[in-house]
Nanobody
Framework: QVQLVESGGGLVQPGGSLRLSCAAS??????VGWYRQAPGKQRELVAV???????TYADYVKGRFTISRDNANNTVYLQMNSLKPEDTAVYYC??????????WGQGTQVTVSS
């Protein structure tokens, strides 16, 4: 049974940092990533890490966010630094298998506000 369990969201001041975690279990994933959705907006890509280690970032988080993984614990992390109010959103972990099927976590709220 595939499970994606996110944690680490919360309230942080502008310029602060948060680290999100996604514990992914149940099968082999070709990629694990993070998307976010702000109120009234479409869900958008944040970052992805592939099974070979390659990473992809959206332009609006490059240089501020880092995606990484701990294979021993089947966990993917999203380190978010220099947070801005526009980073406020529900962040979702997503994982893809082969043949392609996409799985989503329940989401975790990130609020950047003073």
């Amino acid at each position: 049974q595939v499970q994606l369990v996110e944690s680490g969201g919360g309230l942080v001041q502008p310029g602060g940092s948060l680290r999100l975690s996604c514990a992914a279990s149940g099968t082999f994933f070709t990629s694990v990533g993070w998307y976010r959705q702000a109120p009234g907006k479409q869900r958008e890509l944040v970052a992805v890490i592939y099974s070979g280690g390659r990473t992809t970032y959206a332009d609006y988080v490059k240089g501020r966010f880092t995606i990484s993984r701990d294979n021993a614990n089947n966990t993917v992390y999203l380190q978010m630094n220099s947070l801005k109010p526009e980073d406020t959103a529900v962040y979702y972990c997503t994982a893809r298998t082969y043949p392609p099927s996409d799985y989503w976590g329940q989401g975790t709220q990130v609020t950047v506000s003073s």
